[in-house]
């Protein structure tokens, strides 16, 4: 994204730090701080330079409890980072991918800044960390505890997805679309983005009307809707969030579209049936790498020779353990995967690959209007929930903008047919200028 | 592609078999044909159905020495192939990936269908046999014997495009491209395809005028030409077959372009400098999965934090040794990657994936056009090598067809970019309304 191009957005933008959201609520935690008496020893400024030199030594400095501040030398601090006892900086020294979140959620640890500029600046710094240092070795410390049996996987997503619909709808769109948008041009509102996502996906499968698609893992079913609606196609969604399905069947009775569209209850491994078309948005980063071979079988199994796919999911350029803190508090279970990783799915079966598409900075877009529509429902959120359930989400949203700007976070759009299938689009052009080739 | 476009085609289309040269130059080997007295046993007939069924069971009989013809019972067969003495039948059984070739150029064995429809139905028929059978026990008793390193590289790379570039100038485009072309319509001709092609890796690399770029593997210079001419960019062009490097340098001189482009004849291990875009179309192919790493490396010593990459390679669906008549005989020390192993190049320095097309059928198409355009010159072919010669490159370029359309050969153009790099197209529409989206 051109920076001249930030500048058209309709929101504010959270990178500027200049209109940021953010820095308002910030600005209200640091003129209620209140220091304390207990004492800064030698050992505790020595455990935080420490710190900072194992993360890559970002611009950053800390605030103590004390009111006393703590930087490395040379650096000009761009963020200040409050911790409010020596509990937290232990914490924070012991597992700073897990406790940095937690104390942020408590409050106990504060960042004065923009916190979206500020865990860029971190993650910036972590780059520059060679593979197998320190970092690497605290990070790998933390064991994956949720794993993605079909028991687990119902156990993990009722952890996420059941939490209330009414909580979503303070901040998703209207539509409730819960993956990442497709923006024609950054200045799009989510709205027109989430419509432009679904198109870009229905167009990529090539849809043709009175076709039968199956799609795993549906979330609240609006591209099951959508599918059905403007492609003419008979869908069976699958979902294992029962809060999920409760809303999308509601949603699909509304729009009298119950003949077209069926949700079920139930876990990808248990598709059954003969489908034109297999489409999976944001399924994959809960089906954990150990499951990808059986997903494989599933697609194979239940997708016609004349068919086709499409994978949309999270990943990563380099295979590394999922944050600790998001994989225990806001996603248990899920992993990103590389794409060398997804091709695990496709390559027993010879599926062939048409295309991939990144839409990496189309998923911090995204997120930005999240963050954005979340601050503004933030004391409807303390009142259903409390104050550090919204900083740990704020923490979630804010962390995922920045690592899909400047860390290794990817999305990817995977387009694919069985091997034997030439009835594929000669181009790509039909995904932009539709009207140009009608579908032959 | 669809059916009724095929009929589109401005060239015979050598799968209809109707207008297929092929055809025309088998009818007349079988009017020429004389049988032997030398006998047939039992053991002949036993052994033919024995590889019959091997290969999958293909609609597909033999015609022997002595005027006999031998089939499956059950199936009618579409083709026949002719072998001329029991030697030929031995070393058919004993490794027929690599003897097939062999005793089809020497011509005591022979087709007698149109080439590319025989080849097609015996690939359809193999997709069917299962991994870790009889077929792929006797692939796998083909050992490589061509390694890439810098001196092997020059010998295999020497061996294919070094013998003659007024042999190549007989079947290629003027431009001499030598890889897969993008046909905008199925209908475009061979010139259009290929210039076309360069144009969709240009705007794929989002060049702008005074950006420098790295080419490794530039065959006859066109790509490199291209880029100089039509988008203002200054490139060093590697290769390290010499008479290319030759026909490269006074093409560029004829054209005005030496102050633009710089062709070197050496190995792309040698690759120095800083640039904005590193492009390799159709090198990958002889790299070999050994040296990604490698190549890896050199892509990051190279390639600035704010550049584009791509990588245009022939692929494959599932990693599997290359055919060993085409790896003894025409590309001696070729491996295609499959997606997963194309990643090895990329992963260790965190690029991310932004882009991957297949143009597997366009791959097909432009094969078309050369076999088409190879028929045309066979005398000459022949003048300038043997009989022997033409049979050989015909059933390469016949077989490639026929595996690009129905067994598992892909054509991946891979664009990466730095995962620091931000400044990248927002979407992909300007490869396909390049005049709605101006640069910027």
Redesign the interface.
């Known amino acids: ?2 920076k ?2 930030a500048e058209l957005f309709d929101i504010p933008s959270f990178s500027s730090g200049k209109q940021s959201l953010d820095a308002g609520i910030r600005a209200s935690h640091v003129s209620a701080r209140a220091f304390s008496m207990q004492p800064v020893f030698g050992i505790d400024r020595w455990l935080l330079r420490w710190l900072l030199k194992v993360v890559g030594n970002p611009p950053i400095g800390f605030l103590l409890w004390n009111g006393e501040e703590v930087s490395l030398g040379g650096n000009v601090p761009t963020a200040r980072v409050f911790i409010a006892d020596r509990w937290a900086l232990l914490r924070l020294i012991a597992n700073p991918d897990l406790h940095f979140g937690d104390c942020y959620s408590s409050g106990r640890i504060d960042v004065e800044e923009d916190l979206v500029k500020f865990l860029e600046t971190v993650y ?1 710094a972590s ?1 520059a960390v060679p593979s197998g240092g320190m970092k690497q070795r605290m990070i790998s410390r933390t064991r994956r505890t949720h794993p993605n049996t079909p028991a687990g996987s119902r156990d993990n997503i009722h952890k996420h997805y059941d939490i209330g619909n009414d909580f979503y709808q303070l901040w998703l769109d209207e539509q409730m679309v819960y993956t990442c948008a ?5 200045g799009a509102t989510l709205e027109q983005a989430q419509v432009a996502k679904m198109d870009h996906v229905c167009r990529k499968l090539h849809l043709r009307p009175g076709e039968t698609v199956v799609e795993a893992g549906c979330g609240w079913g609006a591209l099951a809707r959508h599918m059905a609606r403007h492609y003419g196609v008979k869908v069976k969604a699958y979902n294992i969030s029962h809060e999920q399905v409760v809303f999308a069947r509601e949603r699909a009775s509304a729009e009298g579209l119950e003949g077209l569209v069926e949700y079920i209850e139930d876990d990808y491994r248990n598709i059954s049936g003969d489908f034109d078309a297999f489409v999976s948005v944001g399924m994959l980063e809960h089906v954990g790498a150990d499951h990808y071979r059986e997903l494989g079988d599933i697609i194979h199994h239940c997708l016609r020779d004349s068919g086709r796919g499409l994978i949309h999911s999270i990943g990563r ?3 590394k353990p999922m944050n600790a803190w998001i994989e225990r508090r806001i996603f248990p279970g899920a992993y990103p995967p ?3 990783e997804m ?2 799915i ?3 079966w ?9 839409l ?2 189309h998923y911090a877009r995204t997120l930005e209007h999240w963050l954005w529509r979340f601050e503004k429902a933030a004391d409807r959120v303390t009142a259903m929930f409390d104050e550090s359930f919204v900083r740990a989400w704020r923490l979630y949203l804010a962390g995922s903008i920045a690592a899909f ?4 976070m ?1 999305l ?1 759009q995977v387009v694919f047919a069985p ?2 299938n ?3 689009p ?4 039909r ?3 539709p009207d140009r080739q009608p579908e ?1």
Request: no cysteine; proline share 6%; glycine share 2%.
């Open positions: 994204m051109n001249n191009k910036r780059t497709y923006f024609p041009t950054p350029n380099q295979a590389t794409l060398a091709m695990r496709l390559e027993p010879e599926y062939s690959v048409l295309d991939v598409e990144n990496r900075l700007r400047v860390s290794d990817q990817f091997r034997s030439n009835d594929i000669w181009t790509r052009d995904l932009y200028v032959g």
